[in-house]
């Protein structure tokens, strides 16, 4: 199933259960925001999706943007402990093993921009996989990552359900006042 499909499906089991909503946006963006379940999980299209149907649908801004950023912060809280803990062996697990520059690029990238590393991170999908573990390997001090985490989190959810409302209006004033009058 590509992920139109996937993302198809799950836009219109939302519009039919709206009280799925939030519960489904914490569970895709603590999955988007997990190491491991990043690489195939990728819910901003379904964010995006979502966010498009919260003026058309009556869906609710705020317990989404909760929802989301409190799944995100986890995911990343989660690959940051895992970081840590198991950092000896991180590297011969998937996807780290097949993809070894993933943790050498996330840890350049922390040298470079240190806890800021944690924010611009959330914003590309590549680094959101890898930086948050590679700063816990790298033992970044818990209270500033998790500054950052939060933070991020919430912006990062925001911006993409933003995305997706400001486009269905758009879309909307296009179609009724430019296509239906030719």
């Known amino acids: 199933m590509s992920l139109e499909e996937?993302?198809?499906h799950v836009i219109d089991f939302v519009r039919d259960h709206q009280a799925w909503a939030a519960p489904i946006?914490?569970?895709l963006?603590?999955?988007e925001s997990l190491a491991f379940?990043?690489?195939v999980v990728p819910a901003w299209a379904v964010l995006v999706g979502l966010g498009a149907m919260m003026t058309s649908g009556g869906i609710a801004f705020l317990p989404m943007l909760f929802a989301?950023?409190?799944?995100a912060a986890l995911g990343d809280?989660?690959?940051?402990?895992?970081g840590g803990k198991f950092k000896p062996s991180i590297g011969r697990l998937w996807p780290f093993a097949q993809h070894p520059q993933l943790l050498f690029r996330g840890e350049v990238f922390i040298k470079k921009w240190g806890v800021l590393a944690i924010f611009i991170a959330r914003f590309?999908?590549?680094?959101?996989?890898s930086v948050p573990i590679v700063a816990g390997m790298l033992r970044m001090p818990w209270q500033p990552f998790q500054i950052a985490n939060f933070v991020s989190a919430f912006v990062w959810v925001a911006v993409l359900l933003q995305l997706g409302d400001v486009s269905a209006l758009a879309w909307g004033w296009f179609w009724e006042h430019v296509?239906?009058?030719?």
């Open 29 to 31: 963006a603590f999955a």
């Open 77 to 82: 809280w989660l690959s940051y402990w895992i």
């Open 68 to 71: 989301g950023a409190l799944g």
């Open 37 to 39: 379940l990043s690489f």
């Open 6 to 8: 996937s993302s198809r």
């Open 179 to 182: 296509v239906q009058r030719f």
């Open 25 to 27: 946006v914490f569970a």
């Open 124 to 129: 590309s999908g590549p680094l959101r996989a």
